[in-house]
C-alpha cells in the first residue's frame, strides 16, 4: 500500500524558516517523481514544487522560486520541502504527492499523503 | 502558467448526471492526454478519481467518466449520490517549465 506522510509543519513567524519532510513506503520511491502541492484554508490546490526521481530536473511555482528549495533522499524514501523567508501567503496545508503519469519532470499525482498545516503568522 | 477554468459550483439532484468542465490553453490541457481530475471531501486529501482524461484508477465507481476536446477536459458523475457531494478538481502537465497545473476547483452540491 502506498503512504506518504508529511511532518515539519507549525506555527512561524513572517520571514522565518520552515523543513518539511515527507516519508514515502509501498512503492519504489527512487523510481517516482515527486510533487508538493498546498491548499490555502478556503482555497483551491496549488502545485508547489516538483523533483524528478534522480533529483536531475526540479521546477518550482513562481511564487516560491527563490524562497524554497525541494530535495530528496532516495536511501532513506524521504521527500523535502525547505522553506526559507516565509509570508503570511504562505500559510496552507502542504501535501506530499507521487507523480502518476510516469514522466522526469513530475505531472499530476496519483497518490497524496495526508498533508501538514504550515501557519505563518505573528 | 495560469490555472485552469472550472466552474465555481455544480449541483444536481440524486440519480441526475452532472459534468464539470476545465478549460485550459493548447500549452497544457490541449496539447498532453495527461489530464487528472480529484475528489476532496472538507478535511481529507484529495483522491484520484480520473486520470489520463479518462481512465478509472481501481476502486473508483464507473459512474464517474472523464473526456476531452481540444482545450477542455470535463468530468461526468451518473447516477448522483449524496456522498458525492465535495470539491472537485482538475489538474492537467503543463511542459517543463511548470509541469503541474490545477484548476480552481468546483463544489458539487447533491440537493
Known amino acids: 500500500e502506498v503512504q506518504l506522510v508529511e511532518s515539519g509543519g507549525g506555527l512561524v513567524k513572517p520571514g522565518g524558516s520552515l523543513r518539511l519532510s515527507c516519508a514515502a513506503s509501498?512503492?519504489?520511491?527512487?523510481?517516482?517523481?515527486m510533487n508538493w502541492v498546498r491548499q490555502a484554508p478556503g482555497k483551491g490546490l496549488e502545485w508547489v514544487s516538483s523533483?524528478?526521481?534522480?533529483?536531475?530536473?526540479?521546477y518550482y511555482a513562481d511564487s516560491v522560486k527563490g524562497r524554497f528549495t525541494i530535495s530528496r533522499d532516495n536511501a532513506k524514501n524521504s521527500l523535502y520541502l525547505q522553506m526559507n523567508s516565509l509570508r503570511a501567503e504562505d500559510t496552507a496545508v502542504y501535501y506530499c504527492?507521487?507523480?502518476?503519469?510516469?514522466?522526469?519532470?513530475?505531472?499530476?499525482?496519483?497518490?497524496w499523503g495526508q498533508g501538514t498545516l504550515v501557519t505563518v503568522s505573528s | 502558467q495560469s490555472a485552469l477554468t472550472q466552474p465555481a459550483s455544480v449541483s444536481g439532484s440524486p440519480g441526475q448526471s452532472i459534468t464539470i468542465s476545465c478549460t485550459g490553453t493548447?500549452?497544457?490541457?490541449?496539447?498532453?492526454?495527461?489530464v487528472s481530475w480529484y475528489q476532496q471531501h472538507p478535511g481529507k486529501a484529495p483522491k484520484l478519481m480520473i486520470y489520463?482524461?479518462?481512465k478509472r484508477p481501481s476502486g473508483v465507481s464507473n459512474r464517474f467518466s472523464g473526456s476531452k476536446s481540444g482545450n477542455t477536459a470535463s468530468l461526468t458523475i451518473s447516477g448522483l449520490q449524496a456522498e458525492d457531494e465535495a470539491d472537485y478538481y482538475c489538474?492537467?502537465?503543463?511542459?517543463?517549465?511548470?509541469?503541474?497545473?490545477f484548476g480552481g476547483g468546483t463544489k458539487l452540491t447533491v440537493l
Open positions: 509501498g512503492f519504489t520511491f527512487s523510481s517516482y517523481s
Open positions: 523533483i524528478s526521481s534522480s533529483s536531475s530536473y526540479i
Open positions: 493548447s500549452s497544457d490541457v490541449g496539447s498532453y492526454n495527461l
Open positions: 504527492a507521487r507523480d502518476g503519469a510516469g514522466i522526469a519532470a513530475a505531472g499530476p499525482p496519483d497518490y
Open positions: 489538474c492537467s502537465y503543463a511542459g517543463s517549465s511548470t509541469p503541474v497545473v
Open positions: 489520463e482524461v479518462s
